[in-house]
């Protein structure tokens, strides 16, 4: 399935847009995950950067979902509280 994926700074800025093709992301909520997983990809190792951001996906007809950076961050070793 293919989304569309934003992410958003702590201001609310939105900072990324890209679309993502994964078959396994069959619903919006793993497509958020997964979409964040790709951020977090992009600025490795300096995981922290990215606390406070969101991740929003979605597809038409299909409906939306959020990803919490910070809530990644708590799985991240030594990052996050």
């Known amino acids: 399935m293919t989304w569309r ?3 958003f700074d702590p201001a609310g800025v939105r900072q990324v847009a890209d ?4 078959p396994w992301a069959m619903t919006a ?3 958020a995950d997964t979409a964040m997983a790709h951020l ?3 600025v490795r190792p300096e995981f ?3 606390a406070g951001w969101r991740v ?3 597809a038409a007809g299909v409906g939306e979902a959020w990803a919490d950076a910070d809530e990644w961050l708590r ?3 030594g990052v996050g509280g």
């Open 5 to 7: 994926w934003e992410a």
């Open 19 to 22: 679309v993502l093709s994964d």
């Open 29 to 31: 909520d793993v497509a």
């Open 40 to 42: 977090m990809v992009r």
């Open 48 to 50: 922290g950067r990215l």
């Open 56 to 58: 929003r996906a979605w």
């Open 75 to 77: 799985t991240v070793e």
